[in-house]
């Protein structure tokens, strides 16, 4: 190995030669650790001259670009998805078998990047990914947080929660630009100078940028995540520490280090507020200040502003960017407020995300003021234009004493879009209707999609394989093509072999959890998986109550012929949510007695595995036989999971909710197991007295299932651990859990006669396969950039 310039031919090569000069090791004595960061620079060098000449072909075309800002990317493992887009899978396999490693240990050493809580920050990924794919100049803005989502374990069949530290590790795929800063302001007050109002923020903190490149399939573009953290104006303040004052001496930089130290669960309501309303802010400022120094170094005359640069806000977490930039365009370079209220529209677009009142956000405009002072006097008066403009109107962006996020941002936008045609529709006769009612062109729909390199080319080689050996590899960047499978379904060599695969699938499933977990799962068993973040309104109660009724249906005729079936749980509760976190402990305490009841094992599994994240969920998706999507009809914005399992030949058990109903329109009623009640139905079923009573009381297997809780046959040690739940089913449900209970119920026996006919399930799962292609988010971002932002692809095959 020479010290010359890093091989770029070979990948072997490139390596070795990392490994030796970029972390000084002896090959060896190299560990694993050290051979994934050799590998991962030598992945890194081979995409970033696309990824500059990506930002050249932008600037040369003057072409508009696209600004994705998040507060939320759940991006987890990259070495694998950037091997995959470069398409060097095979060279880089073979360089690291020649080391005598072991290539899935190798991309399994990396920590995820869980900088996210769930579907809103997977769905930024899977965007930013479609982004580079399409060739759309792109920039996702975004937080670096120290510490992404809290790692779970199970102490007792509780939730335990601990500090996530995937940053002790180096982070190779980022680019820190120590030059690339801002200085943003906080607090203080509004003075008047000549006149005109001036912003004199009483303290200020510097954002600091790190870039990672984004590279699409197969390798042609690249865009750039950007992501802000926390840096003090001045970090060390010398006179202190020469007191003797140390810890005072580095105050400055612990405080603003703050801001990006951690990212907020879902339910951070009321503890903390100051604090997260610093962190949008911090970052929607730093974005805007990037944006406008990128533009006035390309263009000059604000006036352009809209034909260059469109902002789509991910949710509503980066809505103070829209009064951002009005304050910028109008106090500082100082455009007439009108004119910059209309710029500001016309570049700025939201994206709804959940139709959950307690989910949509909005601040005291106490602490509002008291951070921001000059944006809530631009809000006033924003709120004060809409009201002279829509007289008739109903709400603003200020009511009683607290500033509404989401009316703000539908104010200040030119488009705003829901996630699923369902999600879309409520928006308009729900929590927008009045606004709808004003600009009825403004609300679009942009229903959900996922990356297939990632939840599918990667996390499922066996059937891509048989997937390119049958229809090519067009379908990877043209996912509508495995419609061409269609016609082989009827195939039963091609059937046995699609059976195959998931077989071999569900194989090393069950070797990984032995291994891991020291669970013997039946690989012939139906895995019917629920994956995703506890919620009421998700109902994985209303999974474990048809467990348990179907435990002791099993109990009462074991000669019934039940198939065997594995339940599958994953997910985090939001450390405040109390309720949720009972339903985790109810699952594992169901689990226990379940698991150990002789009569019933061999039929009947249930498991609940620690610490949800984007890499377990490409462990299970490829091997689950059965999707659970069983939210309350009206609740699920449109959910991206059940995209994936149907995507990987796994049909699905739901409701009419979100995009299920646009699944099951595609992939065939006959291939979902629809249930329950639909939105509108849900709706008016709460209104009738004592709902939930009159289900219990209508359907025995239920009332026995919660009088089972009740009693404390999962508890016997505390009997009343579940008061609150039974308390909740029995009363309220407004979750409705006991109104679908008996629907939900006769929809998995549909399930267990389907799964015995094998050739006829394989048949059934291969079309929610071969008609999933919709679901790509390359469609998805085409839409958004036809539909919203008016970008252009600069790959020229567009
Ligand atoms: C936020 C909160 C905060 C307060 C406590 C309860 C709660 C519950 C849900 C949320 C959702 C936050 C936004 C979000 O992640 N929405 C998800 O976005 C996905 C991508 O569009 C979509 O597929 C999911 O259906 C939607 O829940």
Redesign the pocket.
């Known amino acids: 190995m020479a010290r010359d310039d890093p091989p770029k031919s070979g990948i072997r090569d490139a390596i070795l030669w990392h490994l030796t000069y970029t972390l000084g090791k002896d090959p060896d004595h190299a560990q694993l650790f050290d051979w994934r960061l050799a590998l991962s620079h030598a992945v890194r060098d081979r995409i970033v001259d696309r990824w500059m000449e990506s930002a050249r072909a932008t600037r040369r075309a003057g072409a508009r670009r696209v600004y994705y800002l998040s507060m939320e990317f759940l991006i987890g493992r990259l070495l694998q998805d950037n091997i995959v887009n470069l398409q060097l899978a095979d060279e880089t396999q073979a360089a690291v078998d020649s080391f005598g490693l072991d290539y899935r240990a190798l991309l399994l050493d990396e920590p995820d990047a869980a900088l996210g ?4 920050g997977r ?1 930024a990924a899977c965007f930013m990914e479609s982004l580079a794919t399409i060739g759309c100049p792109a920039h996702g803005y975004g937080i670096r947080y120290e510490h992404g989502l809290f790692r779970q374990s199970f102490a007792a069949g509780r939730q335990v929660e601990a500090p996530e530290d995937w940053l002790v590790q180096p982070f190779v795929w980022q680019f820190e630009r120590p030059e690339a800063r801002f200085t943003l302001g906080f607090g203080g007050h509004v003075a008047t100078h000549q006149g005109k109002p001036v912003w004199e923020p009483e303290s200020f903190v510097q954002s600091e940028a790190f870039d990672v490149p984004v590279i699409g399939w197969p390798g042609n573009w690249a865009n750039t995540l950007r992501l802000w953290a926390g840096r003090a104006v001045d970090p060390f303040d010398l006179s202190r520490f020469n007191a003797g004052d140390f810890t005072a001496a580095a105050e400055a930089e612990a405080l603003a280090r703050t801001i990006s130290r951690v990212l907020y669960p ?2 951070s ?1 009321e503890k903390g507020k100051r604090l997260r309303l610093t962190q949008e802010y911090f970052f929607s400022a730093a974005s805007i200040r990037d944006i406008l120094r990128r533009f006035e170094g390309e263009h000059g005359d604000l006036r352009l502003l809209p034909r260059k640069v469109a902002i789509q806000l991910n ?1 509503t977490h980066p809505a103070i960017a829209g009064p951002e930039l009005l304050r910028i365009l109008h106090d500082e370079r100082g455009l007439p407020f009108d004119e910059a209220l209309d710029i500001t529209r016309a570049c700025v677009n939201y994206t709804n ?2 139709l ?1 009142p ?2 949509l956000e909005s601040w005291g405009e106490g602490l509002f003021s008291d951070l921001l002072p000059r944006h809530l006097q631009i809000i006033e008066r924003i709120d004060a234009a809409d009201a002279r403009a829509h007289p008739d109107r109903r709400g603003g962006a200020r009511d009683q004493g607290r500033v509404r996020m989401g009316e703000l941002a539908f104010m200040l936008s030119n488009r705003v879009n829901g ?1 699923s045609a369902l999600h879309t529709g409520l928006m308009k006769t729900t929590v927008f209707a009045d606004r709808h009612r004003l600009h009825p062109d403004r609300i679009v729909n942009q229903t ?1 999609g996922v990356t297939p390199r990632r939840w599918l080319l990667g996390c499922n080689p066996r059937l891509s394989r048989l997937i390119c050996e049958t229809i090519g590899r067009g379908w990877i960047a043209d996912l509508e093509q495995l419609q061409r499978l269609e016609p082989h379904v009827a195939d039963d060599g091609w059937l046995g072999r699609f059976a195959a695969a998931k077989a071999a699938n569900k194989a090393d499933l069950c070797d990984w959890t032995l291994r891991e977990h020291g669970v013997a799962l039946a690989p012939d068993a139906i895995f019917d998986v629920q994956i995703k973040r506890i ?1 009421e309104y998700k109902r994985q109660h209303l999974n474990i109550l048809e467990a348990i009724a179907l435990w002791q249906a099993m109990r009462d005729d074991p000669g019934a012929g039940w198939p065997t079936r594995v339940k599958i749980f994953a997910g985090k509760a ?1 450390p405040g ?1 109390v309720l949720a976190k009972q339903i985790i402990r109810l699952i594992n305490d169901v689990a226990a007695v379940v698991n150990a009841d002789p009569a019933t094992n061999e039929r009947l599994q249930i498991l609940y595995l620690p610490n949800y994240n984007v890499t377990l969920a490409e462990r299970l998706i490829p091997a689950a036989d059965l999707s659970e999507q069983i939210s309350t009809a009206g609740k ?5 999971g059940n995209m994936k399992f149907a995507l990987n030949g796994a049909p699905t058990i739901g409701t009419l909710d ?1 995009a299920n109903v646009e699944i099951r329109e595609r992939v065939g009623a006959e291939n979902f197991f629809l249930f329950g009640l639909t939105a509108e139905e849900a709706e008016a079923r709460r209104l009738v007295p004592d709902h939930a009573g009159r289900a219990i009381a209508a359907d025995p297997r239920l009332a026995r299932a919660i009088e089972a809780i009740r009693s404390g046959s999962f508890s016997p040690d505390e009997p009343d651990r579940y008061g609150d739940i039974v308390a909740n089913l029995t009363g309220a449900d407004y979750f409705l859990v006991c109104s679908d209970f008996a629907d939900y119920w006769r929809a998995q026996r549909q399930v267990d006669r389907a799964y015995a006919d094998r050739d006829g399930w394989a048949r059934m799962a291969a079309r929610n396969l071969a008609r999933s292609g919709w679901f790509s988010s390359d469609r998805a971002i085409r839409g958004y950039m036809q539909d919203i932002w008016g970008a252009q692809s600069l790959l020229g095959r567009e």
Not at 117 to 120: I, V
Not at 636 to 640: F, K, L, N, Q, V
């Open positions: 809580n769930g579907g809103l769905l879902q339910d309501t949710d995300h959940t959950l307690e989910a996630v959900n919620h939001a949510y699920e914005a449109s959910g991206t979100g």
